[in-house]
């Protein structure tokens, strides 16, 4: 007999109990994601709206509360992969848009959102406009795009490790090509993450069409290593990160270092090159064929209000493009802007992304 | 195995003349329901977002354009990332079957303290989130890290190293669950007849099992063939995949027409895996059933070779491969800017300044969404199971109930990103419905029971099948109605598989981050998610409680594998 009878298997009965006690467990436990919060059914209905960002979003507790408080709009916010998988996301969705606001979209990737019409022009009230629109995309003359935030892209170093070892910090992008520095710099692979991109971009503003393949050539002979992600680059592979890795030159922010300010300390321990900077923009527009446009417009109005602009810093470490709200202390001493980044056309930048990635990819990974 | 040879009684009783009652069935009705909702909701929640997106790869201006073909296979990338996925999945599978087989061994043939406790410990890597095996991995590799001095970092081993690490609770369960049946006597005879240990594994235990290995082996090949997350991290583009080559195609080029053609490539790869798979299945579940409900586990004898070596390589693996990595990341969430102390655990019930939620808020909503995943899972997979089961008398019903099991192992083989690029444009309007699922919490509980409902079925089928159909029918003769069999019978028999494959779907669901990190979320995230952000952020306080979600999730996980895990002892349970 293949199986007893099930009735008398005390085998059996303890399964029963155990299974049915843990599907109660699982009950009791919160019922459910759907019978435990009740999302409103209608995004993008009347009283709602819904703001398209990749993962990196975020504001201090109660600010978007209080937006929905002051206007009456119920805000839906849906979060997608990065700032590049974003707008791809956006352009395939383009029929259906997944809301009425994106914010988002970085100056790499800029055209083409507006190339594929993804975005369409509001009006503003907020008084930061006019400090936005000096960050508009050249082209853009409708105003389809609206900067939210910049930060700067930058090689990190860690100068607590620089004067351990007696060797002098770097501080341009051609000081890597030194043998003193070998084996001592991780960038992000420009192909899965936008910070590498924006490195990538760094080296095309400052070498040209010509140079910047040979520059990187020059660095992969020195000992580069090219991590997967920023996460994985700084944590992992940074001497400063937290994660005790073996290299001392990361491609991070030039706000960065603030973080690096040890227990008890007065100074970070890492500093941001200036000179090896790329300014990447945030923008933030009205999805074409969102449900409420006016309801968008009033959330990208709030998202340039004194409040938001204020929060930015802390909350998604990017700086405020409002001229009007202060920057937090530590910023303002220990997160310096560059003077002069490295600046490619987005024009250019939409023409030859696919290409520039590929001979990235040829020289650099192989 | 001579008693596995022996025939199915069912094929005997059904081609017979033997005096066999009527058929039964609980009417057309039932059971068109029972294939029905299992198909219709595959097909809307996988094979109709799969085609919408590939679909747009092979149409341009509504016209099929299949020249994409020639230009990616023109590419000799594409050759080279094509030969590394067979590579990497080849080397994996043979390193998880080499180690898995011994670990088999000691879990399930040897009896010993703390048995149940490493059972589930060996299972936690299988349900752990990328990200977290990347941190814990790479920071061990990484010069000056632990194994720093190896040089593996960014290697082609580390890699196979890590698909092992995921993989072998796979064929340790796989297998070991077959082992635990085999009836003892065959070995027994062998022995008494003068052969040694060796010689009896070598020609008696081995070929009884495998189709066991065959079975087991085909799934880790088919979970490392498709390895994303694993491969990024650990070896960057280098050692892409065609699964990564799709994810970068799309997201980040959005050449949907290379995607396209790759993701038939990857089908063609995971259709011959799961050919393979069936084939060795339908072998195993037969022998099953003559498998003694076993009492087959002896205590472990170090003089006994087989043992002494079952120990060693288990030791070895689980302290080494598995241990390690785990180990490491536990010590790493102790340790803070203040030196060591339990901060770490202390941030996860703040919110995190800029996440309005707190890691155990985040744990919460993975709770819940798992519970949502793991009930539709179970109603899928069990209705699949319960059809598949069945051994209808034409071959052309056995071919349809042998292609509805297959179809749905699919979802384990088709690249996530495929699936959730092809839920942003099918799911804004669901089967015509004016719905949009995109922005639902709904949908990530769908994405995540479509990848748990192949792990029931497996779960949960080779029980029902290993049921004694004259068991049914005694029971119909006696006058029970459809509905009545199928619980006294199939139902109490198949209860303890059930719990188990709950157990399964909900660590699965709890860690899933590949399908859900492609899907639109409302505000709630999950546990995985919260990690994944938390990692996104500089400040060694983000990472530290990014470290301390991880544990906390690692132990979530085995929690809820060890509790299922002592429903299973000692008799029949699911062979995944």
């Known amino acids: 007999m293949a199986t007893p009878s099930p009735r008398r298997s005390p085998d059996v009965r303890r399964a029963a109990l155990g299974a049915a006690t843990c599907a109660a467990l699982l009950t009791l436990t919160a019922c459910s994601a759907t019978g435990g919060a009740t999302p409103d059914a209608t995004p993008g209905g009347a009283g709602s709206v819904t703001l398209v960002t990749h993962e990196s979003f975020a504001l201090s507790e109660g ?28 352009v395939l969705t383009k029929d259906a848009p997944l809301g009425d606001l994106v914010y988002g979209i970085d100056n790499a990737f800029a055209s083409r959102a507006l190339d594929e019409g993804v975005v369409v022009a509001s009006e503003l009230t907020a008084p930061a406009a006019t400090d936005a629109a000096a960050y508009a995309v050249p082209g853009d003359d409708a105003g389809a795009l609206t900067a939210i935030d ?55 503003g400052a070498f ?87 309801g968008a417009a009033r959330l990208l109005d709030f998202l340039l209000s004194d409040e938001v602009q204020a929060d930015v810093p802390a909350s998604m470490y990017m700086y405020p493009v409002s001229s009007a709200v202060e920057l937090p202390d530590d910023w303002t001493r220990w997160a310096p802007l560059a003077d002069a980044p490295f600046d490619v056309a987005p024009a250019d930048i939409a023409t030859h992304r696919e290409r520039w990635l590929t001979q990235w990819s040829d020289t650099v990974i192989g | 195995m001579p008693t596995a040879l022996a025939d199915r009684p069912a094929a005997r009783t059904a081609a017979g003349p033997s005096a066999r009652p009527p058929r039964r069935w609980p009417g057309r009705a039932g059971w068109a329901l029972a294939v029905g909702v299992p198909l219709l909701f595959l097909t809307a929640f996988f094979v109709w977002p799969v085609l919408e997106i590939v679909g747009r790869g092979f149409l341009t201006d509504g016209r099929l354009d299949l020249g994409g073909f020639g230009d990616v296979f023109a590419r000799p990338r594409t050759w080279r990332v094509v030969g590394q996925t067979l590579a990497q999945a080849a080397l994996g599978t043979a390193g998880a079957v080499l180690l898995g087989i011994p670990g088999a061994y000691l879990l399930y043939r040897c009896r010993f303290r703390g048995r149940g406790a490493l059972r589930a410990f060996v299972t936690v890597p299988f349900v752990l989130p990328t990200v977290v095996v990347g941190v814990a ?74 189709p066991a290995i065959a079975s087991a082996a085909s799934l880790v090949f088919l979970f490392c063939a498709t390895a994303f997350g694993t491969v990024l991290v650990l070896g960057g583009r280098r050692y892409g995949t065609v699964e990564t080559e799709i994810w970068i195609q799309t997201t ?71 241990a390690l990595p785990l180990l490491n990341l536990v010590i790493r969430s102790l340790r803070t800017p203040r030196g060591w102390g339990l901060d770490n655990y202390a941030a996860l019930g703040v919110p995190q300044d800029t996440l309005a939620v707190s890691a155990w808020q985040a744990a919460g909503t993975s709770v819940r969404t798992a ?85 029931v079925v497996r779960t949960v089928l080779p029980v ?78 983000n990472y530290g409680a990014a470290l301390a979600a991880s544990v906390l999730l690692a132990a979530l996980t085995a929690g809820v594998v060890a509790v299922c895990e002592r429903l299973r002892r000692p008799g029949i349970g699911g062979a995944w």
């Open chain 1, 63 to 90: 600010l978007l509360e209080q937006f929905e408080e002051d206007s009456g709009l119920d805000v839906q916010v849906v979060q997608q992969a990065d700032s590049g998988a974003l707008v791809n996301q956006l």
């Open chain 1, 150 to 204: 910049f930060g700067d892209v930058c090689l990190n170093v860690d100068t607590a490790w620089f004067a351990e070892q007696g060797v002098p910090e770097p501080t341009t992008l051609d000081s890597l090509l030194d043998p003193a520095y070998r084996d001592l710099v991780v960038v992000p692979d420009p192909v899965t993450s936008s910070p590498g991109l924006a490195f990538l971009l760094a080296s095309v």
């Open chain 1, 208 to 294: 040209g069409e010509e140079g910047w393949v040979d520059y990187w050539a020059g660095l992969r002979d020195n000992g580069l290593k090219v991590a997967d992600g920023w996460t994985e680059a700084y944590y992992t592979d940074f001497t400063a990160g937290g994660g005790d890795g073996p290299r001392p030159v990361v491609v991070s922010y030039a706000s960065s270092p603030p973080f690096t300010v040890p227990e008890g300390g007065d100074a970070p321990t890492t500093r941001a090159l200036l000179d090896t900077c790329f300014r990447q923009v945030e923008y933030a527009g009205v999805l074409a064929g969102a449900a409420n446009p006016e």
């Open chain 2, 137 to 210: 991995f790479r920071s061990l590799l990484v010069d000056g890290g632990l194994l720093g001095g190896l040089g593996l970092d960014g290697t082609f081993a580390a890699i196979v190293l890590a698909l092992v690490f995921f993989n072998y609770a796979v064929v340790v369960r796989t297998v070991g669950g077959m082992w635990e049946r085999l009836d003892p006597r065959a070995e027994q005879a062998a022995r008494a007849l003068g052969a040694s240990p060796w010689r009896v594994l070598r020609t008696v235990t081995l070929p009884a099992l495998g």
């Open chain 2, 252 to 322: 980040q080029f959005l050449d949907l027409r290379a995607a396209a053609v790759l993701s038939v490539v990857q089908l063609v790869v995971v259709v011959g895996a799961l050919a393979f798979a069936g084939r060795a299945r339908a072998r195993t579940e037969r022998a099953l059933t003559l498998g003694v409900p076993s009492v087959t586990a002896h205590p472990v004898r170090l003089r006994d070779p087989l043992d002494a070596v079952a120990v060693v390589v288990t030791v070895v693996t689980a302290g080494g491969l598995l």
């Open chain 2, 371 to 455: 519970v949502d995943a793991t009930l539709i899972a179970l109603v899928v997979g069990g209705l699949v199971a319960l059809v598949v089961s069945r051994r209808p008398r034409t071959p052309s019903a056995r071919r349809a109930v042998a292609g509805l099991d297959a179809l749905f192992m699919l979802p384990l083989g088709v690249s996530a990103v495929t699936v959730g690029f092809g839920f942003l444009v099918s799911m804004d309007a669901p089967l015509g419905l004016p719905v949009d699922l995109r922005a639902s919490p709904v949908l990530v509980a769908v994405a995540q029971a479509v990848v748990a409902v192949p792990l």
């Open chain 2, 464 to 541: 029902l099948r290993a049921i004694d159909p004259r068991q049914r029918e005694v029971a119909a003769t006696l006058g029970a109605a459809p509905g009545r069999v199928l619980r006294t019978v199939d139902l109490a028999v198949a209860l303890r598989a059930v719990g188990l494959a709950l157990g399964f779907a909900f660590a699965v669901s709890l860690g899933e981050f590949g399908a859900t990190s492609f899907l639109a979320r409302p505000q709630e995230p999950t546990l995985p998610v919260v990690i994944f952000r938390l990692l996104g952020r500089p400040g060694a306080e």
